[in-house]
Nanobody
Framework: QVQLVESGGGLVQAGGSLRLSCAAS????????MAWYRQAPGKQREMVAT???????NYADSVKGRFTISGDNAKNTVYLQMNSLKPEDTAVYYC????????????WGQGTQVTVTS
């Protein structure tokens, strides 16, 4: 079983930066990818970024060029570096692990709140 804990959210002005962390523990044998999702009030949860075990990264069009997903295997942590933040980036951000068939491995945790003011 995999456990994930998100952290690093906060309040930031538009144009600012934040780095989110997702600390993982447990059995990693079935993890093929890690992903960041977000959910804004009144909206559906949406994919923000994924990183696959071969290093391939994918981003939502809305964050391309501004956000970077990366991983530190030694620390069992995945990061989301968010630059040039916009008010529309305001949301609760969640991480999850995915299998080779892109099935989520864990339920959604509490996430970490990111609020961007204009």
């Amino acid at each position: 079983q995999v456990q994930l804990v998100e952290s690093g959210g906060g309040l930031v002005q538009a144009g600012g930066s934040l780095r989110l962390s997702c600390a993982a523990s447990g059995d990693f044998s079935t993890i093929n990818a890690m992903a960041w999702y977000r959910q804004a009030p009144g909206k559906q949860r949406e994919m923000v970024a994924t990183i696959i075990s071969d290093g391939t990264r994918n981003y939502a069009d809305s964050v391309k060029g501004r956000f970077t997903i990366s991983g530190d295997n030694a620390k069992n942590t995945v990061y989301l570096q968010m630059n040039s933040l916009k008010p529309e980036d305001t949301a609760v951000y969640y991480c999850n692990a995915l299998t080779a068939t892109m099935t989520f491995l864990v339920g959604w945790g509490q996430g970490t709140q990111v609020t961007v003011t204009s």
